[in-house]
Structure formats: structure tokens, C-alpha cells
Nanobody
Framework: QVQLVESGGGLVQAGGSLRLSCAASGTIFSIDVMGWYRQAPGKQRELVAVSASGTNTHYVNSVKGRFTISRDNAKNTVYLQMNSLKHEDTAVYYC?????????WGQGTQVTVSS
């Protein structure tokens, strides 16, 4: 089993920055993919950014140039640096990890951007 614990959410003004962290613990050999999803009220959960083993990354168009995903494989941790935040970035952000054939989710952390 793998547990994911997120941190770093909060309230920020538009144009500001936040950094989310997600640490994985448990029985881990290697994590193939780690990423971030978000779900705004009344909307479906959407992919924000993912990082595969190595340097492959993918971002949803709406965050390209503003968000950066990075990983510390030694710590089984993934980060999401969010700059130039917009009101529409307001959502619960969920960490995701795919490892050993299983998909795992964190509990979510609220990000609120005031306009």
C-alpha cells in the first residue's frame, strides 16, 4: 500500500504563487508516474500536470507557462509550483501516483485564489 500526503494549499490573491507538495510513503519500489489533478465545484476532476519516470512531463494547456511539476525521487515526493495564479485555478488539488500497477490518490488540498 502507498499513502500520499499533500501540503501547501491555501488562500492567495490573484497573481500570487503557491507550492504544493505530495509525499508518498509505504511499500514503494519505484513510482512510474506522479501528478496533480484538480476539481473545482460543480466540475469534473481534471489533470493538471504529470511527471513520468525521468524527465517526461505534461501539462494541461490552461497552466502551461505558469505551473511547474518536479519530483524528488529519493524522497518519493512530487511538487507543483504554481505562479501567476488566477481565480479559475481555485479547486481542490489531488496528488496521484501510479506504481506497481495501482493508482493512488491523496486526500486533496484546497487552493483558493481571490480575484
Amino acid at each position: 500500500q502507498v499513502q500520499l500526503v499533500e501540503s501547501g494549499g491555501g488562500l492567495v490573491q490573484a497573481g500570487g504563487s503557491l507550492r504544493l507538495s505530495c509525499a508518498a510513503s509505504g511499500t514503494i519500489f519505484s513510482i512510474d508516474v506522479m501528478g496533480w489533478y484538480r476539481q473545482a465545484p460543480g466540475k469534473q476532476r481534471e489533470l493538471v500536470a504529470v511527471s513520468a519516470s525521468g524527465t517526461n512531463t505534461h501539462y494541461v494547456n490552461s497552466v502551461k507557462g505558469r505551473f511547474t511539476i518536479s519530483r524528488d525521487n529519493a524522497k518519493n515526493t512530487v511538487y507543483l509550483q504554481m505562479n501567476s495564479l488566477k481565480h479559475e485555478d481555485t479547486a481542490v488539488y489531488y496528488c496521484n501516483a501510479f506504481t506497481q500497477g495501482e493508482n493512488y490518490w491523496g486526500q486533496g488540498t484546497q487552493v483558493t485564489v481571490s480575484s
